[in-house]
């Protein structure tokens, strides 16, 4: 399982200082770069300008528990919950200080962004994703 920790900015905040839910869908996105640089071993910049791929989200499933406010230091898990032909299913967990605050379910499609037509993973990323899969 992947997991980074990120501060709740100014600019992730609505005026009452809680965050405003679009933000969130930024810093889950930011920690899913991050774990397709470290788990996957291919930055964006890699797979979008150089393999020409990119990993598009075709489905998105969220819930909220709790607000998180400005200055909030939100640890975002990510965990692989199925892997497919081109498909892979994450779960991210945002927490707080140990209380829950955000839950997301996301499907990615690997894709040929010249083609824009999925394509299957190739044998080395489908390695890493199966062993980060449960």
């Not at 839950?103 to 044998?123: C, F, I, M």
């Amino acid at each position: 399982m992947f997991s980074v920790t990120y501060p709740l900015r100014f600019a992730h905040c609505d005026p009452a200082g809680i965050a405003y839910y679009p933000r969130y869908f930024e810093l889950c996105d930011a920690a899913i770069e991050d774990w397709s640089a470290e788990i996957l071993g291919c930055s964006r910049r890699t797979m979008h300008l150089e393999l020409g791929m990119g990993l598009p989200t075709v489905d998105l499933h969220a819930s909220f528990a709790a607000p998180s406010r400005l200055g909030d230091l939100l640890d975002i898990r990510v965990a692989v919950t199925r892997v497919g032909r081109s498909s892979v299913d994450l779960a991210l967990d945002i927490s707080s200080g140990g209380e829950p605050r955000f839950h997301v379910r996301y499907t990615q499609v690997l894709t040929d962004l010249a083609r824009q037509k999925s394509v299957p993973w190739p044998p080395a990323l489908l390695l890493c994703l199966n062993r980060e899969c449960p």
